[in-house]
């Protein structure tokens, strides 16, 4: 399927880029890894500086191929997600283009239309707001 073919290595680039920026500014952050389940789904896990993956800090920064049986029952359509997420659940950031509309879904079947949504999203992806709203989220902290 082109989501699981074309996609991962564009969801991987968008999160090295978190990663670089995020390592720039002191922050520790792990290579970008494959969470794929039922929707293909990559993140990279922002920390602060000292601490350890094993506590429960830190911001999960993802991008998924959502496809809409799992998020609302409708058939055949996708979009693009980007969650910026604390390990409270509390959300930093994202982007969801149309959610919650009647354009939310393009036809997986449509390879153009699947194209265009995802440049909505990577057009609009600047790994250094992502890291600028995690800054923000741990200063409050």
């Known amino acids: 399927m082109?989501?699981?073919?074309?996609?991962?290595?564009?969801?991987?680039?968008?999160?090295?880029?978190?990663?670089?920026?995020?390592?720039?500014?002191?922050?520790?952050?792990?290579?970008?890894?494959?969470?794929?389940?039922?929707?293909?789904?990559?993140?990279?896990?922002?920390?602060?500086?000292?601490?350890?993956?094993?506590?429960e800090a830190g911001v999960d920064v993802s991008i998924t191929a959502a496809e809409s049986e799992h998020f609302d029952g409708e058939e055949g359509g996708v979009n693009f997600i980007l969650d910026v997420v604390s390990y409270e659940g509390v959300i930093v950031g994202g982007l969801h283009p149309y959610n919650y509309t009647d354009r939310c879904w393009v036809p997986r079947a449509d390879e153009d239309a699947v194209a265009a949504r995802w440049a909505l999203l990577n057009d609009a992806f600047d790994a250094s707001a992502v890291v600028d709203s995690?800054?923000?989220?741990f200063a409050r902290e």
């Open 134 to 137: 995690i800054e923000e989220f």
């Open 2 to 55: 082109m989501l699981e073919t074309v996609y991962p290595p564009k969801f991987r680039q968008l999160l090295e880029e978190v990663r670089k920026e995020a390592l720039e500014r002191g922050f520790l952050c792990d290579e970008p890894g494959d969470l794929t389940d039922e929707d293909v789904r990559w993140f990279v896990l922002v920390r602060p500086a000292g601490t350890n993956p094993s506590e």
